[in-house]
């Protein structure tokens, strides 16, 4: 019975791992909406930071393009995972309909792989299969539940909130706060932002959080930092 309970607590941890990658990507995704509009921002900025109306119209649009651009990226990449997890739903109702003792098959054979013993493996196959053989394959060796395939629709709109929410953080500091300080504002916002949502992914990833921290900082500041030298030498060049 140990046995079956291990492989049961197994097959919920997967799941327990899909959600937290769901919850990872998000937060990947509030970053980018950081990272990139704070870069947009800055190189405006850089070029005039009293000017708000262009402030205001480049990050509206920044912001609209990117996220519908992550949104429709989301949405095909989902779409051909739900389109594969529905050909191996049927593939496996195909084979069982044929073969009454495929379920049990595959998850014995899932069960030899992993390191148990033929004893065990037998005892798992018998009493997963023994109820819903199907679905119980299809969870067991895919990680699939056929009754809550992957939403593409619930992947696209997570996704352009998350870039949205993201956003929002340079945005609203850069138009809030002082012409003057308009740059550096933005510059601790995102600092701060990102130290956060390296610290929250390294987390859900099990990876060590410093670095994790260190990186997106970085990788961050440099692109800001690029955005807005690169800023600063268009205005020169339209001086001269």
């Known amino acids: 019975m140990s046995t079956v309970v291990e492989a049961v607590r197994s097959e919920r941890q997967g799941f327990i791992s899909s959600k937290l990658n769901w919850l990872r990507a ?7 909406g950081i990272v990139s509009i704070a870069g947009l921002l ?3 900025a850089a070029v005039d930071p009293t000017n708000t109306h262009a402030i205001v119209i480049a990050g509206i649009a920044g912001i609209a393009s990117a996220a519908l651009s992550m ?6 990449s989902v779409s051909t995972q739900r389109d594969t ?6 593939l496996q109702h195909v084979a069982q309909s044929r073969n009454p003792g495929h379920a049990f ?8 792989q992993r390191g148990m013993s033929e004893e065990s493996a037998h005892q798992v196959a018998s009493d997963l299969s023994s109820h819903e053989p199907v679905n119980a394959v299809i969870s067991f060796k895919y990680g699939i539940d056929s009754d809550s395939l992957t939403s593409p629709w619930a992947a696209a709109g997570s996704s352009f909130i998350a870039f949205v929410s993201g956003a929002a953080l340079p945005m ?3 138009v809030l706060a002082p012409p003057p300080l308009r740059i550096v504002s933005t ?10 949502t390296g610290w929250i992914s390294a987390w859900l990833g099990r990876s060590p959080r410093q670095r994790s921290v260190l990186r997106l900082v970085c990788a ?7 955005t807005y030298a690169i800023g600063r030498l268009l205005e020169s060049a339209s001086m001269v």
């Not at 949104?71 to 095909?76: D, K, M, P």
């Not at 997890?85 to 049927?90: D, K, L, M």
């Open 42 to 44: 800055i190189g405006i």
């Open 71 to 76: 949104a429709i990226g989301e949405y095909v």
């Open 85 to 90: 997890e529905r050909e191996i739903v049927r």
């Open 220 to 226: 961050g500041s440099a692109a800001m930092i690029i």
């Open 105 to 112: 098959n595959e998850i014995k054979q899932v069960c030899l």
């Open 187 to 196: 510059f601790v916002s995102v600092f701060v932002a990102l130290a956060l």
């Open 172 to 174: 609203l500091t850069m």
């Open 26 to 32: 998000g937060v990947l995704g509030a970053n980018d």
